[in-house]
């Protein structure tokens, strides 16, 4: 647990979120017992948590354990459409969609992972599951790329010290001097490119949306099946699209942001 050190941190808050993030990918249920051991919680203070949160409807018994309910959803959501994201990038990023017949997903980073916050898809059978609020080690993702190369300098290692909570082993485990040199060709290029890094199957190109003031904000990729398609055809043909898409949305987030807020 997290020590804030200040008067007005509310621990018993902290201590429900940290309950509710102990659910890991290909664990949908998990015991009063196994909660405690994830969060180092005693066993009667995660007792009066899952209570609560069943109460809230966070959660609902699952046999002898616990579940979470799809009202989760609605904390992720919140984030989301707060910031408008899939209302201004959605009609790029159909049309992106259209132009390449693959999925385009955007992501932002938590801690050493990217988070999915927006996707559309095709569909296609790929070697992992993607939806709303995935997330994958950033280092071996092409977004992941994007967002570590787009950190101020210095900050990579601090970011990167946090463990992934993910559940997912990647196949690429840079060491600190690869993944270094691969930062530094995406800082000259603009864009990264994913070859099987984190699964096999799985390619991708993506690069970075800028807000007004030119910050790198959130990247977007295109992915495809490495059976099906060729790193010339994802580079040659739909990397130039997805370079358009993403200077489309950065200039309709600058536009949105530059809109004066009205107060009734």
């Excluded at 201590?15 to 664990?27: A, I, Y």
């Excluded at 007792?47 to 409807?57: F, K, P, S």
Aim: charged residues 20%; hydrophobic residues 45%; aromatic residues 4%.
């Amino acid at each position: 647990m997290t020590d804030i050190g200040r008067t007005d941190f509310i621990e018993a808050l902290a201590r429900g979120l940290e309950v509710l993030r102990s659910f890991r990918p290909g664990t949908p249920a998990m015991t009063l017992s196994e909660i405690a051991g994830q969060t180092g919680l005693a066993r009667p203070t995660v007792r009066r948590i899952l209570i609560t949160l069943e109460t809230l409807g966070y959660v609902r018994g699952a046999g002898r354990g616990y579940a979470l309910t799809p009202r989760v959803l609605e904390l992720g959501m919140a984030y989301v459409n707060a910031l408008n994201m899939w209302d201004i990038a959605r009609p790029h990023m159909e049309k992106l969609v259209a132009q390449t017949n693959e999925s385009t997903s955007m992501a932002q980073m938590d801690g050493s992972d990217i988070v999915y916050v927006a996707r559309v898809a095709v569909p296609k059978i790929v070697t992992l599951a993607v939806t709303i609020g995935t997330r994958f080690p950033a280092p071996a993702t092409s977004m992941g790329k994007v967002l570590l190369a787009a950190l101020p300098p210095g900050s990579v290692d601090s970011v990167l010290a946090e463990a992934s909570r993910s559940g997912i082993n990647a196949r690429w485990q840079p060491t600190p001097a690869e993944l270094e040199a691969s930062l530094r060709e995406v800082r000259a290029k603009g864009w990264a490119l994913a070859d099987q890094d984190l699964a096999p199957g799985i390619r991708s190109v993506a690069t970075g949306v800028r807000d007004g003031d030119g910050r790198v904000v959130a990247a977007i990729n295109v992915t495809v099946h490495a059976a099906e398609t060729s790193l010339e055809t994802l580079i040659e043909d739909h990397l130039p699209k997805l370079l358009r898409t993403a200077a489309d949305i950065g200039h309709d987030w600058a536009l949105a942001a530059a809109v004066p807020s009205t107060t009734i």
